[in-house]
């Protein structure tokens, strides 16, 4: 079995990614920004060249999600969005370059790298005009990962992933809409819609995500971009009203909705072109929105009604 190392493996994709492999039987070592008291973890801050150099060797290939701020976070704060996360993204790029790894998956967007266009869904091929500075930032990443594997023949595979969903995923963060809207309906929040039917999005399973990076990394092209979506668009009216539907089977009642401007940020409308990935690793997503939604609703009508989750702290 394979020895992977996975950046920000305890996030909400990580966690996917790192479960996924363990069952197949591999050895997955986790590097993420906070002190935890875990077996095979890492704190990326306390890590020094040496230190990595011994974790690092035998690593048959790296993931690496690590990122800090979100499309709205970046957007708030433009400079802290790029202090937080370029410096530390050149930084691992220029220690990966320094060991024998045989892959890196950098995990960038697929959700605000091309910014609006007509090409829908959007292929890899397609222009990237990023509307915010999380775009931005990505795609500066993808271009600082471009440039070490042309010149120091760094193995890097870039992903661009939908709007990933699903069990795990907290509410009220500033992205993941289906989680936000679940619990504005169990709690009885206003939601906010901005746009008139809001914006369309290619929603995918984390689980769907999760296989696309780890087939990306098992099996993608060095120096290839690959997209993972659903190729299917759906606005977040739709996915309102269809949560909508589930609560009021289970005596809830849908809250206000208040309608908004698009917020300058805000891309109109982004549907994935995934066959790239499914041509070069037969990767495909296998969970549709709807079962991902009606899955998503009834982990959440448990924990709510079981108080599991202190709701008090979202706020």
Request: hydrophobic fraction near 35%.
């Amino acid at each position: 079995m394979a020895k992977y190392c996975v950046f920000g493996g305890l996030g909400f994709i990580g966690k996917y990614i790192v479960n996924q492999l363990r069952s197949e039987g591999h050895q997955v070592i986790v590097i993420g920004m906070k002190m935890r008291n875990l077996e095979d973890y890492y704190d990326w801050n306390g890590l020094t060249y040496l230190k990595l150099e011994q974790i690092m060797e035998g690593v048959n290939g790296v993931v690496n999600l690590a990122y800090a701020s979100t499309p709205k976070t970046s957007f708030d704060d433009p400079i802290t969005d790029i202090k937080d996360n370029l410096p530390s993204i050149v930084n691992f790029l220029e220690w990966m370059s320094l060991f024998s790894v045989k892959r890196i998956v950098m995990v960038s967007t697929g959700g605000a790298i091309y910014g609006n266009t007509n090409e829908n869904p959007i292929s890899e091929a397609a222009a990237t005009n990023p509307i915010s500075p999380y775009g931005i930032t990505k795609l500066a990443v993808e271009k600082y990962s471009s440039m070490y594997c042309t010149h120091k023949k760094l193995p890097v595979i870039t992903v661009r992933p939908g709007n990933a969903y699903g069990v795990g995923q907290s509410p009220f963060l500033g992205q993941g809409f289906i989680a936000t809207a679940t619990y504005s309906v169990l709690d009885q929040r206003e939601m906010k819609i901005f746009g008139k039917n809001g914006t369309v999005r290619d929603y995918i399973h984390v689980k769907d995500v999760a296989n696309g990076i780890i087939a990306a990394l098992k099996k993608g092209k060095i120096g290839e971009t690959y997209n993972i979506g659903t190729g299917r668009g759906a606005s977040t009216k739709f996915v309102f009203d269809y949560i909508s539907k589930l609560a009021r089977k289970n005596g809830f009642f849908s809250p206000k909705v208040q309608i908004e401007k698009l917020r300058p940020f805000d891309v109109r409308k982004n549907i994935l072109d995934s066959s790239k990935l499914k041509k070069d690793t037969g990767w495909y997503p296998q969970v549709s929105l709807e079962e991902g939604i009606e899955e998503y609703w009834n982990h959440s009508l448990e924990a709510f009604k079981s108080k599991a989750i202190e709701r008090v702290l979202w706020a």
